[in-house]
């Protein structure tokens, strides 16, 4: 009996350790820790730089490339009826691969398979600009993960990976964004991590750029080896990320500090 | 790249105060940055932006190095008469970028 008694001890206390997800009602954007001018700055489409990239995605979607000759426009039509919402269920499962896939690695696959074009580089002009354009028709839309069960390892692994110590200072995600979102870091919010507004125009970047590289910013400040661009463990992290913040609206493209 | 986000009212009433925002794409490289190789990135800013209302000239700013990429101002001006704001945006390598908005004053 006393033995039963401990075991329930120690799963109630494994139980705790791992109850400090945040709950439902607590979640945040990171909008709502951003001083009044950046706030402002982002509701103005005039005065929010990211609305530069969404204008120049809107071009490309319209313009045939590759030996296909085809654009974007041509197999999906009106971007405003075709993409809405789509941003809001990825990353999502490519029967192909057999994995998960985020926004810039689908768009590059539609390059490559159907308008036989050279796959644009990660963090490229190109590729920000369309994914900010296709992502910005979900906006004030709820991030809605379609629950696919062939999704559920990956998504097993990315929260995994959210919740495991790594690097020299030997952090795990969740550390700071689930523990510590009310604190700050030196004079900034350490914020929930929500990815709302990705592809995001930051201050300190001074340019749009995407969720993988905000974690790899995020991972390279833990003192850890970042993962390179298009590897399937920022697709997974993406992926527990998205879930995590199921049912907050997309804000693309968002500002932020 | 998209060239330039521009907020002007559309309307407005005679003698009114409006505000103009702009905002246009550039890079901004300040001229004091170096590549990993240590080599200096050469200076590419604007350096000048005006605004002519119908033709004349009504703001004028310099820019300078500190100022972020993409950069974004605002001012005001009174609204006299129906016509168009011209801006233009001019800077190293021979940048130049023009845009326009229209007001109509009641």
Same mark, same amino acid.
């Given at each position: 009996?006393?033995?039963?008694?401990a075991?329930?001890?120690?799963?109630?206390?494994?139980?705790?350790?791992?109850?400090?997800e945040?709950?439902?009602?607590?979640?945040?954007?990171?909008?709502?820790?951003?001083?009044?001018?950046?706030?402002?700055?982002?509701?103005d489409?005039?005065?929010?730089?990211?609305?530069?990239?969404?204008?120049?995605?809107?071009?490309?979607?319209?313009?045939?490339?590759?030996?296909?000759?085809?654009?974007?426009?041509?197999?999906?039509?009106?971007?405003?009826?075709?993409?809405?919402?789509?941003?809001?269920?990825?990353?999502?499962?490519?029967?192909?691969?057999?994995?998960?896939?985020?926004?810039?690695?689908?768009?590059?696959?539609?390059?490559?398979?159907?308008?036989q074009?050279?796959?644009?580089?990660?963090?490229?002009?190109d590729?920000?600009?369309?994914?900010?354009?296709?992502?910005?028709?979900?906006?004030?839309?709820?991030?809605?993960?379609?629950?696919?069960?062939?999704?559920?390892?990956?998504?097993?692994?990315g929260?995994?990976?959210?919740?495991?110590?790594?690097?020299?200072?030997?952090?795990?995600?969740?550390?700071?964004?689930?523990?510590?979102?009310?604190?700050?870091?030196?004079?900034?919010?350490?914020?929930?991590?929500?990815?709302?507004?990705?592809?995001?125009?930051?201050?300190?970047?001074?340019?749009?750029?995407?969720?993988?590289?905000?974690?790899?910013?995020?991972?390279?400040?833990?003192?850890?080896?970042?993962?390179?661009?298009?590897?399937?463990?920022?697709?997974?992290?993406?992926?527990?990320?998205?879930?995590?913040?199921?049912?907050?609206?997309?804000?693309?493209?968002?500002?932020?500090? | 790249?998209?060239?330039?986000?521009?907020?002007?009212?559309?309307?407005?009433?005679?003698?009114?105060?409006?505000?103009?925002?702009?905002?246009? #794409?550039?890079?901004?490289?300040?001229g004091?940055?170096?590549?990993?190789?240590?080599?200096?990135?050469?200076?590419?800013?604007?350096?000048?932006?005006?605004?002519?209302?119908?033709?004349?000239?009504?703001?004028r700013?310099?820019?300078?190095?500190?100022?972020?990429?993409?950069?974004?101002?605002?001012?005001?001006?009174?609204?006299?008469?129906?016509?168009?704001?011209?801006?233009?945006?001019?800077?190293d390598?021979?940048?130049?970028?023009?845009? #326009?908005?229209?007001i109509?004053?009641?």
């Open positions: 009996m006393r033995t039963a008694y075991i329930i001890a120690l799963l109630l206390a494994v139980m705790h350790a791992h109850a400090t945040i709950p439902q009602a607590q979640r945040r954007s990171g909008y709502s820790f951003m001083s009044p001018d950046s706030k402002a700055m982002q509701d489409d005039t005065s929010n730089p990211g609305m530069l990239w969404v204008l120049d995605g809107e071009a490309i979607w319209n313009k045939p490339v590759g030996t296909a000759n085809k654009a974007c426009a041509d197999c999906h039509g009106d971007a405003t009826a075709s993409m809405r919402g789509v941003a809001a269920r990825y990353p999502a499962f490519d029967e192909a691969l057999g994995r998960p896939v985020d926004l810039e690695q689908r768009i590059n696959l539609c390059r490559t398979e159907r308008q074009a050279p796959a644009l580089d990660y963090e490229s002009h590729l920000l600009a369309l994914t900010a354009f296709i992502a910005h028709q979900s906006r004030g839309m709820p991030i809605a993960p379609v629950g696919d069960p062939q999704l559920a390892p990956f998504l097993a692994k929260r995994e990976l959210f919740m495991q110590r790594q690097g020299q200072l030997n952090l795990a995600c969740a550390n700071c964004h689930d523990d510590d979102w009310d604190k700050h870091l030196a004079g900034s919010a350490i914020t929930q991590g929500q990815p709302t507004g990705y592809p995001m125009y930051r201050l300190e970047w001074q340019t749009l750029g995407s969720l993988s590289r905000r974690l790899r910013g995020c991972i390279t400040g833990i003192r850890a080896q970042a993962f390179s661009y298009g590897s399937p463990e920022l697709v997974e992290l993406e992926l527990y990320l998205m879930s995590r913040a199921a049912g907050m609206p997309v804000e693309t493209p968002a500002v932020r500090p | 790249m998209a060239s330039a986000l521009i907020n002007v009212p559309k309307r407005a009433k005679r003698g009114d105060v409006v505000e103009i925002r702009v905002l246009t #794409s550039h890079i901004m490289e300040p004091y940055r170096r590549t990993a190789a240590g080599d200096v990135i050469p200076r590419n800013i604007i350096t000048s932006f005006t605004c002519r209302y119908n033709g004349s000239e009504i703001f700013a310099d820019l300078f190095p500190a100022i972020s990429a993409n950069p974004y101002l605002s001012f005001f001006t009174t609204a006299t008469e129906s016509g168009t704001f011209d801006f233009e945006w001019i800077g390598n021979g940048f130049s970028q023009t845009a #326009s908005a229209p109509t004053v009641e």
